[in-house]
């Protein structure tokens, strides 16, 4: 059987956090999507989910420097679960997107920007 666990999102980036570990940079940021459909009745609804990304530099990476909130992305990667206690003891999950590729996304027609 073939596993697979592979995520595409493109969307908005929100927050940004860039640290150096052992000589590498790393990016921690947040991306949110929107999707948009009617209801039954007509009505319009937008629905928003942020997601957590972390992407590790290398070739397939733009200049982390470059990201910019609110700046149009398009990431691919996979999913990854952790567990951990929080300061009151409860057991918390927290999702976060490995990210392999970032590429930037033209504003104007939604395509990906090479």
Known sequence: ???LNRIELKGRIGTIRINDVNGTKVAHFSVITEHLYKTRDG????????????????????????????????????MRTSRYSSADGMEKIYYEILANKIR????DDGEQAR
Not at 104 to 107: L, N, Q, S, Y
């Open 43 to 78: 009505n319009a609804v937008s629905e928003s989910t942020w997601f957590n990304v972390t992407a590790w530099n290398s070739r397939d990476m733009p200049a982390f420097e470059k990201l910019a909130k609110g700046m149009p992305v398009y990431v691919c990667g996979r």
């Open 104 to 107: 930037f996304v033209a504003e």
């Open 1 to 3: 059987m073939e596993h």
